[in-house]
C-alpha cells in the first residue's frame, strides 16, 4: 500500500540507499550485509510497498532499536543445519531477516541449478520486509522463486476472538518473456499490518472488515485495531471467504513454523521467525524461451480484458509495483515528513550525515 504522497518530499533512491546502508554500518553490521538489507528496505518503497520500506527504519522501533537493543545480531553466524541435494534448513543466529533470507534464497537457487527444484526452510531469523525481493532474485536465472515468512501473533482464526497467527505472507515470481515478470506478494489477512500504520499516519478509518477491536467487534479506527492486534484473515468473513485466508496463514506456518521448529503460532513473542524459499528451473520441466513466451500469452490474454465502468484497465500481479518503480526511480521515493523525522533521529543517533532532503 502506497502512503498519500501529498506533503511528501522525493527522495533519490540512490542516496536513500547509501544513508541506510552507512546507518546500518554504524550499527555493527558488515558492509556487504548492510547494503544486503539497505537494498531490501528501499526497493519496497521503489515499488511503492510503503508498508514494508524506511517507514520502519528510525530509532525507536524496528530494526534500528532491535540493533541497539541487541534483539538482533548484527553480525550473525548464519549456518546450514541440514541439508541434501535439493534442500536445507538454515539456522539464521537472530540475524537481519533481510540479510538471511537473501543468502537463503541464493542457496535454494544453487541448488535448483543441479537439481531442478530446491527449497530452503529458515529458522531463528528475524522480520524480513518485502516478500517479493526474494521471489524476484529466480527471475534473472530463468527461475520460478517462492517466498514466505510466518509472523507475529496478530490475526484471528474465522470465528475466533483471539489473535493465534501472523500477516503470513507468501509471494511467487515467475519469469516472462517482452511482458514483465508476474509477481504475487500478498499478506494472509485482508489488509496487512503496516496498512493500519499508514492510515492512522494519514489520520483515515480503515474499512470494516480488516480487523476487531478489543472486545472481537469490528473497528475502523487504526489505532484502536493496532493496539487490539487482532486482524482478519483474506476475505474478513466467513460468508466473504475468511475460511480460505485463514487455511492459506496456516499453510505457511506449516510450512515456515513446523517445518523449520519456529512457530510464531505457538509464540506470543515476535521472534523468532520462520521463513520458506523454493526456486524452481524452468527448463527443468520445458524450454525456458517456450515457458516465457506462454507468459507473455497469459498475461496479455488477461490485459486484454475488458474493464468495468470507472476503471482504465486490467492488471496482472506486479504489474503496478514495476510501473511504480520505474517512476520512482527517475522521480524519487515520496516520503512522509514523519518518515522523514524517523531518517534525522538516525542520523542524529548514529552520526550518518543526513543528505536526503
Known amino acids: 500500500m502506497a502512503i498519500n504522497t501529498q506533503g511528501s518530499t522525493p527522495v533519490d533512491h540512490r542516496k536513500l540507499t547509501r544513508f541506510v546502508k552507512l546507518a546500518f554500518e554504524r550499527l555493527g553490521v558488515e558492509p556487504t550485509d548492510a547494503e544486503i538489507a539497505a537494498n531490501v528496505l528501499v526497493m519496497a518503497d521503489l515499488r511503492g510497498v510503503d508498508t514494508h520500506g524506511v517507514i520502519r527504519f528510525n530509532p525507536h522501533t524496528w530494526y534500528v532499536k532491535w540493533l541497539l537493543d541487541g534483539e538482533m545480531k548484527a553480525k550473525p553466524d548464519i549456518r546450514i543445519v541440514s541439508e541434501n541435494a535439493?534442500?536445507?534448513?538454515?539456522?539464521?543466529?537472530?540475524?537481519?531477516g533481510m540479510v538471511v533470507g537473501?543468502?537463503?534464497?541464493?542457496?535454494a537457487i544453487q541448488k535448483a541449478k543441479d537439481s531442478g527444484v530446491a527449497m530452503v526452510g529458515v529458522r531463528n531469523s528475524r522480520h524480513f520486509g518485502m516478500a517479493?525481493?526474494?521471489?524476484?532474485?529466480?527471475?534473472?536465472?530463468d527461475m520460478i522463486g517462492i517466498a514466505m515468512t510466518n509472523a507475529s501473533r496478530q490475526v484471528v482464526p474465522t470465528f475466533g476472538r483471539e489473535a493465534k497467527f501472523g500477516t503470513n505472507p507468501l509471494c511467487l515470481a515467475a519469469p516472462a518473456l517482452d511482458e514483465l515478470p508476474f509477481v504475487l506478494d500478498m499478506a494472509t489477512t485482508t489488509a496487512?499490518?503496516?496498512k493500519l500504520e499508514v492510515a492512522a499516519r494519514r489520520e483515515e478509518p480503515i474499512p470494516l472488515g480488516w480487523a476487531l477491536d478489543e472486545k472481537a467487534e469490528p473497528t475502523a479506527d487504526p489505532r484502536v485495531a493496532q493496539r487490539a492486534r487482532r486482524l482478519l484473515p483474506l476475505g474478513g468473513s466467513r460468508d466473504g471467504g475468511s475460511h480460505k485466508g485463514y487455511?492459506?496463514?496456516?499453510?505457511?506456518?506449516?510450512l515456515c513454523g513446523v517445518l523449520t521448529g519456529n512457530m510464531t503460532a505457538l509464540n506470543s513473542n515476535q521472534f523468532p521467525r520462520g521463513h520458506f524459499f523454493g526456486a524452481i528451473r524452468v527448463d527443468a520441466f520445458r524450454p525456458a524461451l517456450d515457458f516465457k513466451s506462454d507468459m507473455d500469452r497469459l498475461i496479455?490474454?488477461?490485459k486484454s480484458t475488458p474493464p468495468v465502468e470507472g476503471q482504465e484497465r486490467v492488471y496482472v500481479a506486479g504489474e503496478i509495483e514495476f510501473e511504480t518503480e520505474k517512476g520512482r526511480a527517475v522521480h524519487g521515493i515520496p516520503l512522509h515528513p514523519s518518515i522523514l523525522k524517523?531518517?534525522?533521529?538516525?542520523?542524529?543517533?548514529?552520526?550518518v550525515v543526513y543528505d536526503l532532503e
Do not use: C, F, N
Open 192 to 194: 496487512a499490518a503496516g
Open 300 to 302: 496479455r490474454e488477461l
Open 247 to 254: 487455511g492459506l496463514a496456516v499453510l505457511v506456518e506449516i
Open 132 to 141: 517479493a525481493y526474494y521471489a524476484m532474485q529466480a527471475l534473472p536465472h
Open 102 to 107: 537473501h543468502r537463503a534464497m541464493e542457496l
Open 86 to 96: 535439493s534442500s536445507a534448513l538454515v539456522d539464521g543466529d537472530s540475524g537481519m
Open 342 to 351: 524517523g531518517l534525522r533521529d538516525v542520523s542524529e543517533k548514529l552520526g
